[in-house]
């Protein structure tokens, strides 16, 4: 069972974060609706636990805490998890992966 608790889910209910709904498909095809966190507002221990491969720990921090026993029940492959993802993060109206990152700056920096 995740550490995450109702509390969790209404400070960040107070927070202003709604959740969006998705599909999620588990190892045998089964596909569930779970409500997850805003791909904007994850967290950036969510995104270290899913660059590490941590599933359990990226689901526990993005899923709703009432979806997270969905989430233990479909058992998905990794697959699937980076599915879900994608599609919290269009649901979002975000892409994964696809910031342009830092401007150069118009300056030089070089010394002369």
Do not use: C
């Not at 089964?30 to 636990?49: G, K, N, Q």
């Amino acid at each position: 069972m995740p550490e995450t608790t109702s509390a969790d889910a209404q400070e960040l209910e107070a927070a202003g974060i709604d959740y969006v709904t998705v599909q999620l498909t588990g190892y045998d095809g089964t596909s569930r609706d779970v409500r997850a966190v805003p791909a904007p507002r994850w967290r950036s221990s969510a995104l270290r636990s899913l660059n590490g491969g941590d599933m359990d720990g990226f689901m526990e921090l993005v899923v709703h805490p009432d979806d997270y026993e969905v989430y233990e029940d479909l058992d998905p492959d990794m697959e699937a998890v980076g599915r879900f993802a994608a599609d919290v993060a269009g649901a979002s109206g975000e892409a994964l992966g696809k910031s342009s990152g830092p401007r150069r700056s118009s300056r030089s920096t070089r010394k002369k």
